[in-house]
């Protein structure tokens, strides 16, 4: 029989119950009357789209942020549990890059303290501010500069990925193409391993190791859009068992990577200290403590495999989709007639260069990123008025496909845009970063000090590629790229042939 009485008395219930809790939602989610006025806000939905769509970031960009962006300059958006202010005008990023002391670095370990991602990062060398950043500075970035003269450790892994990418496409016959991304990490993570780690991981000839398993589980943990837009949420690991898990992958992370560069055998580099021995010793002499050891050296580990692991992911795409660059580019590289190219006579090479920028350009890796608060309230680029202790960040994406910047051919790729010798191509990119814009390494006092080494390893492993082998995509596969975090696309599958060489 119905239980009216109860169905009445829950019917009563549910305002006293709903109304509350729809004033905690609208507190939490409205935005403070102190934020700028005269730019527009993008609706709260288009953030929290990640939960309910598998866009990539670059059509949300298209779809809803270009036109106010393009026309304002900036925007209020809702991120990480808070509204924010986005820039893409460069006259803006300019004043934020230049004023580090008003617009100050504050990563996650600032904004969200209590969250799984600020349990990985902690406090490091790229989202410190002030005195912090200046030791972490002054031990580690002769390390993370250091000049390479020597090209063949870098060949060497290279060498190996190719050789394992024809393996794969071997035993999938001729028709499928072979998922790139796992093994483009694993070429990374061995990369990252001997030139900043000072310790050959061995991730290309020992597949499945814990320590390259858990950058896979990390990379799916940190940005599952629940949590990534409402971080309070990492408060509960009690109420949520997948963050208490994704703790303890995080920690697992750092007490593996620790263990494995302790137990490293000292060797000496001939082009001198890498980034672990500077930390080491730093440990050692009592100028970090622990916990910052451990936060800077997994910082190292994932920026310096990260990228430009989905940088080449990238460039799978866009020379497999564009065989005329692809020829282009091998013509250039088999003109040095070498198998073995030394770094002087990579370096020489304009094409290559200009390639690498025009991928950094159109594929950003670091896409987005709101990670600076300001100290006082200031007027961003004159003009825009912002609070104290408001999130600032800037969208790279949105910079370096913008018509009124780059011209009406934005958005295609065109590497001669650069220039056609290293000269006017270095010149190119300084005095583009300084204008900001083109802010794929940042710009000013904070750019990316392992710019150098990211470039170069570029370089060096795609003279391998199309050297030795001509790909292209898998017919079956339709370009998607993530919907947040890393710029690059997801489930590439690329049909490589080996070349005669
Ligand atoms: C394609 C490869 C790379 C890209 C696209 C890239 C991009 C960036 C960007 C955008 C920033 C600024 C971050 C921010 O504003 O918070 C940055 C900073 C930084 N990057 Fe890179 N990066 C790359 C490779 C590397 C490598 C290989 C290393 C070596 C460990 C490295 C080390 C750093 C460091 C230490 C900073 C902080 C600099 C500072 O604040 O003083 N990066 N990078």
């Known amino acids: 029989m119905i239980d009216w009485v109860t169905i009445f008395s829950w019917a009563r219930d549910i305002p006293v119950l709903l109304i509350p809790a729809l004033l905690i939602l609208y507190w939490y989610i409205r935005i403070p009357g102190n934020m700028p006025k005269n730019i527009p806000t993008v609706p709260i939905y288009i953030s929290l789209l990640g939960l309910w769509s598998d866009m990539g970031q670059d059509d949300i960009f298209d779809r809803w942020l270009r036109e106010p962006l393009e026309k304002h300059g900036a925007v209020k958006i809702w991120f990480a549990g808070r509204w924010n202010v986005l820039a893409t005008r460069p006259q803006f990023l300019v004043d934020m890059f230049r004023q580090e002391d008003v617009y100050a670095k504050a990563g996650s370990q600032k904004k969200i303290p209590w969250s799984v991602i600020a349990a990985l990062v902690g406090d490091n060398i790229i989202n410190a501010h002030g005195q912090n950043w200046k030791l972490y500075t002054s031990i580690m970035k002769a ?23 024809v393996e794969e496409q071997k035993k999938l016959g001729i028709e499928k193409g072979v998922l790139v991304n796992p093994i483009i990490q694993r070429w990374a993570l061995s990369c990252m391993g001997i030139n900043f780690m000072n310790v050959d991981l061995e991730a290309l000839e020992r597949p499945g190791q814990r ?14 859009p629940l949590f990534f837009n409402f971080p309070d949420l990492d408060k509960y690991p009690g109420l ?7 703790f303890a992958v995080m920690q697992e992370f750092g007490d593996l990577l620790v263990d494995t560069v302790r137990r490293r055998i000292q060797s000496t580099d001939q082009d001198g200290e890498q980034v672990v021995d500077y930390l080491d010793r730093a440990l050692k002499e009592g100028k970090i403590d622990e916990e910052q050891y451990r936060a800077n050296l997994k910082v190292t580990f994932l920026t310096a495999h990260e990228n430009a692991q989905q940088l080449l992911n990238s460039t799978f795409w866009v020379f497999g989709s564009n065989k005329a660059i692809q020829n282009k580019l091998r013509a250039e590289i088999l003109a040095t007639d070498t198998a073995n190219p030394s770094t002087e006579t990579i370096n020489s090479l304009p094409y290559l260069y200009s390639v690498i920028l025009e991928l950094l350009r159109l594929y950003p890796p670091v896409s987005q990123l709101i990670n600076r608060v300001t100290t006082s309230t200031c007027a961003l680029g004159g003009s825009i008025t912002i609070p104290n202790h408001t999130w600032v960040g800037w969208n790279a994406f ?7 910047i780059w011209g009406p051919d934005a958005r295609e790729f065109k590497p001669e845009r650069w220039g056609s010798d290293v000269k006017s191509i270095q010149n190119a990119l300084r005095s583009k970063t300084t204008a900001c814009h083109f802010i794929a390494f940042n710009a000013h006092s904070r750019k990316c000090l392992g710019q150098g080494f990211a470039v170069l390893q570029m370089k060096i492993v795609l003279c391998e590629l199309v050297r030795r082998l001509e790909w292209d995509i898998d ?11 890393i710029m690059a696309p997801l489930g590439l599958r690329a049909i490589v042939r080996e070349r005669q060489v």
């Open 240 to 246: 949520f068992r997948q963050r208490k898990d994704a």
């Open 475 to 485: 017919p079956g596969y339709e370009l998607k790229l993530t919907s947040g975090g």
């Open 143 to 165: 390390g993370l500069q250091r000049r390479i003269t020597d090209s063949a450790p870098l060949l060497e892994k290279s060498r190996l990925f190719v050789d394992i990418l």
């Open 211 to 224: 320590l390259e398993e858990l950058q896979t589980i990390i990379k799916k943990t940190l940005f599952k």
């Open 398 to 404: 949105g910079v370096h496909t913008d018509q009124s």
